[in-house]
C-alpha cells in the first residue's frame, strides 16, 4: 500500500487530471462525429460505377463514368458556402454547434441518395435529384473539416498539439476505411446484379441510420477552453466600453496567410484523393482488377494511413510540422508513379501486389496527415480560425480534390496511358512545395488568441 503522504492531493493534481480525461472524451467523441462525416461523403466514391449505370444511361461507359464523378466533383462546388457559414456559426456561437449542424445535414443528404429513383423510374430528374444530395453533402463537409480541426487542436494540451490534432484526420480516414470497407464486404457477398439492382443503396441508408449516433455523442462535448477564453475576453472588453477589435495589421497580416494555405495542401489533398478515393476505381477499370480485391486493397491502405498519422503527429511535435511535410512531399513526387508504374506492367496482378503498394502509399500520406490539422490550425487566431480553416480546406478540396478523378479520367481517356493522372499529381505537389517556405514553424509555440 503506498503511505498516504506520498500521494498527492493538491486541488492542482485533481483539476489536472480531470482536464485530462474531460480532454481526451472530448477528442473521441469529436473524432467519432467526423469518422461518421466522412464515411457519409465518401461512400458515393466507392460505389461510382453502379451509380453511373443507374443514373446515367444513354452514354457510353467512359462517358457516363465522367458524369458520375463530374456529380462527385460538383459536392465539392457547394463547400465553401458551407465552409463560410458553418465557420461563422462556429466563430460566433462556439465549435459544437457547428459541428451538430454539419452532421445533421450530411445524414439526411445522404440517406436520400439512399432512396433516389433511377434513371429509368423518372428520367432526367433522377441525376438532378442525385446533384442536389451532393451539394448538400459538399455543404456539410464544408463545414466540418475547419471547424472539427479547430475543436480538437484546441482542446490538446501544450506540446501535444501534432500528436491531438491528427486525431481529426484519423476519423476522416476512418470513415473512408468504413466505406471503403462496407463496400468491398457487399462486392465480396454480392453479386454484381444485386449490386447494380439495389446493393448500392445499402451504404448510404447506412450511414443515414448512423447519423443520429453521431449526434447523440455530439451533443455531451463541452465547447473547447479556447474559444471559451476568447469569448469571456470578448465580452470583458464589450462590458468595458473598450475596443475589441483586431488591429487592423493584424488582419491584414491573415490574408497572405490565407492565400498561402490554400495552396500548401494540394499535393497532399490531390494525392489522397487520387490514390485512396480514385484508386479502385482506376484497378477496376484501367487494370481489370475485380470489385473486391480493389476495395479491400484500398481498405488495407486506408489503415495504413490510420495507423501512420498520429505516429508522424507526434514525431512533428518533437522535431517540427515543416521537416516532416517536407519529407512526404518529396516522397510523393516520386513513389506513387513509380509504384504505379512497375504494377501497371506485371503480366498478371496479385492482390498481394495491390496490398504491398496501398501500404507503402498509405505510410506516404500518413506522413503529410500527422501534422496537417496542427499546422492548419496554428497558422489563425482563436477568434477566426474555423471561418479561416473552413474556406481553406474548401477551395482546396475542391479544386483538388473533388474533381481529381473526373481529372484522372479525362486524362487518360485524352492520351490514352492509364498512368496519365500521375502527372496531375506530381504537378500539384509542385504546387505546394515552394509555400513551406513561407509557413511559420508553429509546433513550439501557443496557439493565438
Known sequence: MIPSEQIDT?????????????????????????????????????????????????????????????????????????????????????????????????????????????????????PVLLVVARCAQGFSAGGEAGSSMSFIVEWSPEGKRGLWGSFQQVGMMTGLLLGSAVVALLNTTLSVESMNAWGWRVPFLLGGLIGPFGMLMRRSLAET???????????????????????????????????????????????????????????????????????????????????????????????????????????LLVVPYSLLYLLDHL????????????????????AACGPFPAVMAEQFRTSRRSTWLNMVIALTTSAAGGFAPFIAVWLIARTGSPLAH??????????????????KESAFSPLED
Open 10 to 126: 493538491s486541488p492542482y493534481t485533481f483539476e489536472y487530471r480531470s482536464r485530462s480525461s474531460s480532454r481526451l472524451r472530448v477528442v473521441l467523441g469529436a473524432t467519432v462525429g467526423t469518422m461518421l462525416e466522412y464515411y457519409d461523403f465518401a461512400v458515393y466514391a466507392y460505389v461510382a460505377t453502379f451509380i453511373s449505370r443507374n443514373f446515367f444511361q444513354g452514354q457510353s461507359s467512359a462517358e457516363a463514368l465522367l458524369s458520375t464523378f463530374l456529380t462527385f466533383g460538383i459536392g465539392y462546388v457547394a463547400r465553401p458556402l458551407g465552409g463560410l457559414i458553418v465557420g461563422y456559426l462556429a466563430d460566433r456561437k462556439g465549435r459544437k454547434l457547428a459541428l451538430l449542424v454539419t452532421l445533421f445535414s450530411m445524414a439526411i443528404a445522404t440517406a436520400l441518395i439512399g432512396v433516389l429513383p433511377t434513371y429509368r423510374s423518372i428520367g432526367l430528374m433522377a
Open 225 to 331: 477552453p479556447a474559444f471559451e477564453a476568447q469569448r469571456s475576453r470578448a465580452a470583458l472588453a464589450s462590458a468595458s466600453s473598450q475596443a475589441s477589435r483586431v488591429p487592423v495589421s493584424r488582419r491584414t497580416r491573415e490574408w497572405p496567410t490565407f492565400v498561402n494555405m490554400i495552396v500548401f495542401p494540394i499535393g497532399s489533398v490531390a494525392a489522397f484523393y487520387l490514390l485512396f478515393v480514385f484508386m479502385p476505381v482506376w484497378m477496376q477499370r484501367f487494370e481489370k482488377v475485380s470489385p473486391s480485391d480493389s476495395l479491400w486493397a484500398n481498405s488495407i491502405g486506408l489503415l495504413t494511413i490510420v495507423v501512420t498519422t498520429p505516429l508522424m503527429g507526434a514525431w512533428s511535435d518533437r522535431i517540427g510540422r515543416k521537416p516532416v511535410l517536407l519529407g512526404s512531399m518529396i516522397a
Open 347 to 366: 503480366q498478371a496482378i496479385r492482390f498481394g501486389s495491390l496490398v504491398a503498394m496501398q501500404i507503402v502509399l498509405g505510410a506516404i500520406v500518413g
Open 422 to 439: 500521375m502527372f496531375f499529381l506530381i504537378a500539384a505537389v509542385l504546387v505546394s512545395l515552394p509555400t513551406l517556405l513561407f509557413i
